[in-house]
């Protein structure tokens, strides 16, 4: 297998997607028909579906809580956690996955692009969002307790656009000049933006670009390295630090 070496002048952006959570056992509550107990995904998880049936969709979401509640981050996730304790500020993880097992395994420098599921936030006021991981009973929503407003998971939804803070800052990240750019995308479909356009970016800045997935991607062909396998057992040993 190719090393990927890190040296005093590098910075490493990496990127995450359900192929990481995967290998922890997060349940993906989607069947193989795109139905979850035959609702169309959309349906629990789109700001229209929320105003129509606000207590489905915190059903929804309560399953997911419970299901992802005691999974552990793996291999892969420890490795991330621990190249980040080694590089500082020259590292920066962007992840799709909205579990918090990033977190859990130990990464701080970390953007999570479509929120996350033990996260809740009002859907009317400016409440800071806050940690929050009941599986609330069903027919349950919960209320703000500053303006009674209906509670929502801070979740990006189908329909919303992605925080603009957390693009700007991977973005900020790909055009530092101070150090020399490598790009690592694991586990990711390759089909989803605007995260599956960061290897373009990547490329264009003069980084070289890495993915390490079990299947190939929808963009495997703008990578330079591609290293098949299972992200808890190719991590660990991909890369070297100096």
Known sequence: MDTLRIDKDTRLLVLTGAGVSAESGIPTFRGGNGLWENHPVEQVASPEGFREDPSLVWRFYSQRRAGAAPCQPNPGHRAMAEWERKLGDRFLLATQNVDGLHRVAGNQQLVELHGNLFTTRCS????????????????????????????????????????????????????????????????????????????????????ETWLVNADPADNTLLFQHFVRGRSGEVLPALVTID
Do not use: M
């Not at 703000?144 to 603009?164: A, M, N, T, Y």
């Not at 990240?173 to 605007?194: H, I, K, M, Q």
């Open 124 to 207: 009317r006021c400016t409440r800071e969002p806050f940690e929050d991981r009941l599986a609330y009973p069903d027919g349950t929503v919960p209320l703000c307790g500053q303006c009674g407003g209906k509670l929502r998971p801070h979740i990006v939804w189908f329909g919303e656009v992605l925080d603009e803070r957390n693009l700007l800052r991977v973005g900020e990240f790909l055009a530092r000049e101070d150090t020399r750019l490598v790009f690592l995308a694991v586990g990711t479909s390759g089909a989803v933006y605007p995260a599956a356009g960061f290897v373009q970016a990547a490329r264009e800045l003069g980084g």
